[in-house]
């Protein structure tokens, strides 16, 4: 299986991915790694592994229209079967969601429905948790549909808030477990071990 990455950020889920293929433990090649900032860490990364790396951003474009038709072009051109989104903070365009439907996944730092759509990512997340009082979080792998964070969940693992909590330990924590059930994912839809039907996925 041939995964594409999107990251905006350092690429640390990334660097997740590519540690699980290097331990075979996930039997899946990295063809092309795709960041709206042309100085994120995840281009770093994939140079330094001299994978394909590719800033692109919609600033670049005259319109949404051409935007999508250069990123399905690029995502062809490198042969991409399945995109993870890895800390990725722009939404994917319509055309994109469309020609790759149930075949994007995206990792979020909270237990959804929780705690998701527009706006909350990152520390923000891990700021909401803490002042809702929540005693849980954790993260979610779900797949990308027209709405942010609405996709059908895939996995989710949970750990406890503790009372002294701070959006830097929970998020330390959190990250911890995006590392350890992202690869999983990937590994349960290279092996064609997943069933989507309509809402709902199972992994078997």
């Known amino acids: 299986m041939n995964i594409g990455v999107f990251a905006s950020g350092r690429g640390s889920n990334f660097q997740a991915i590519l540690d699980a ?45 051409s935007f999508a038709s250069a990123m399905l072009s690029v995502l062809r051109a490198h042969d991409v079967q399945m995109i993870a989104l890895a800390g990725y903070l722009k939404k994917i365009p319509l055309d994109v969601v469309r020609e790759y439907k149930n075949r994007i996944l995206n990792i979020h730092p909270a237990l959804l429905p929780s705690f998701g759509g527009a706006g909350m990512y990152g520390h923000h997340v891990h700021e909401a948790v803490i002042a809702s009082g929540a005693k ?3 993260a979610t792998v779900h797949l990308v549909d027209e709405e942010y964070d609405r996709g059908p969940i895939v996995l989710q693992k949970s750990i406890a808030v503790e009372d002294h909590e701070t959006p830097d330990t929970l998020a330390a924590k959190v990250l911890k477990i995006e590392h350890e059930i992202y690869p999983l994912v990937l590994k349960a839809f290279a092996e064609n071990r997943v069933t989507i039907n309509e809402r709902s996925v199972w992994i078997h």
């Open 21 to 65: 293929i290097q331990q075979d433990l996930l039997h899946a090649a990295v063809t092309l790694v795709v960041s709206n900032k042309a100085d994120a860490g995840a281009l770093e990364i994939a140079r330094a592994h001299s994978l394909p790396a590719v800033h692109l951003n919609q600033k670049q474009y005259p319109d949404d229209a």
């Open 136 to 138: 849980f979080s954790g």
